[in-house]
């Protein structure tokens, strides 16, 4: 079996394909196409949720709860998100995109069965709005931040010091913004980071965030997914054309098409443990 095909990186939220497999999982029962439109969350870095929708068969609905990752090992071991015991793309493994429906899977959806397949396209868009004001967000931090290190750590997408890639231990989006958490603790200390510093300005670096963010909104910037083949565990980046440059970020999710589909994005810093940083991002669509 092929690794299954994915449309979702040039926008696509409908798709046909044929079903390969109907397997039940720990997660419940999973239908596997070998084609789809459908973005899966990650079973390694579950940052953005999977699609949700509908597969269409005989002109009857069957409601999908997520798309998720499932993969099947060379020896034929089939095992879905969590349970993957490898990382994605792993050698010796087929990787696939799994449609998890709650309840009971019709008989008339079986291997051989062509389906067509449904993204909910409104939680798409939030999704995908969610997802660029996530990035956006973290390029601004790590704009906001720069004069706080004494040491060079590295470059970001925009070669500002990278306190994104030092720092962010985990990153959760949901429709119109996300919430990302950043270890302030010794380690970063030692890598140079001023953390006293950053601690006592912490309402001006949020305003210094959140001018930022106004005025990438405005440049109407776009934002694009390029991909390096047709599958699920190929390689994505977004692009995003700022006026300071484009940014170019490895990402394995859903994107807006213009920085114009914004009304505003802003964030919240909250430093109530001093060594965990949490940044909230509210993304408003443009009307
Ligand atoms: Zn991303």
Same mark, same amino acid.
């Given at each position: ?16 394909g &044929? ?10 029962? %999973?239908?596997?196409? /070998? ?5 899966? #969350?990650?079973?390694?870095w579950p940052?953005?949720?999977g699609?949700? !929708?509908?597969?269409?068969?005989? !002109? ?11 993969? %099947? ?5 089939? $095992?879905v998100g969590?349970?993957?015991? #490898? +990382?994605?793309?792993?050698?010796g493994?087929?990787w ?5 429906? /709650?309840?009971d ?20 868009? !939030?999704?995908?709005?969610g ?5 956006? $967000? ?11 290190w004494? +040491?060079?750590?590295?470059? /970001? ?14 990153? =959760?989006i ?5 919430? /990302?958490e950043y270890?302030?603790? +010794? ?8 953390t ?6 912490? $309402?001006?670096r949020?305003?210094? &965030?959140n ?7 405005a @440049? ?8 390096? !083949?047709?599958t %699920?565990?190929? =390689? ?7 006026p300071?440059?484009?940014?170019? &970020? ?7 098409? @213009? ?5 505003? &994005?802003s964030?919240?810093l909250?430093? @109530?443990?001093?060594q ?12």
């Amino acid at each position: 079996m092929p690794a299954t095909l994915v449309t979702f990186a040039d926008g696509s939220v409908i798709g046909e394909g &044929i079903v390969t497999r109907v397997e039940s999982s720990s997660e419940g029962m %999973i239908v596997v196409v /070998d084609a789809t439109p459908f973005h899966p #969350v990650d079973h390694t870095w579950p940052d953005q949720p999977g699609d949700s !929708g509908a597969l269409v068969v005989g !002109g009857a609905q069957v409601a999908v709860a997520e798309a998720l990752m499932a993969a %099947i090992s060379d020896e034929g071991d089939f $095992a879905v998100g969590a349970d993957i015991p #490898v +990382k994605r793309g792993a050698e010796g493994w087929t990787w696939l995109v799994g449609h998890r429906v /709650d309840g009971d899977v019709p008989s008339t959806l079986a291997a051989g069965t062509a389906v067509r397949l449904e993204v909910d396209a409104a939680h798409r868009a !939030g999704l995908s709005r969610g997802h660029t004001a996530c990035h956006l $967000a973290s390029l601004a931090l790590d704009l906001a931040v720069a004069d706080l290190w004494r +040491k060079d750590p590295g470059a /970001d997408a925009l070669g500002n010091p990278d306190f994104e890639a030092r720092a962010n231990q985990s990153s =959760r989006i949901h429709e119109d913004g996300s919430v /990302d958490e950043y270890r302030l603790g +010794k380690s970063l200390r030692r890598a140079g980071f001023d953390t006293e510093t950053f601690a006592a300005t912490l $309402a001006e670096r949020e305003a210094t &965030i959140n001018a930022q963010l106004s005025a990438w909104v405005a @440049s109407a910037a776009t934002s694009r997914i390029v991909t390096e !083949g047709p599958t %699920i565990v190929d =390689r994505r980046r977004w692009h995003c054309a700022l006026p300071d440059g484009e940014a170019v &970020i490895l990402c394995g999710g859903t994107h807006v098409a @213009s920085l114009a589909e914004f009304h505003s &994005i802003s964030v919240a810093l909250d430093l @109530s443990d001093p060594q965990l940083l949490v940044m909230t991002t509210t993304a408003t669509p443009a009307a």
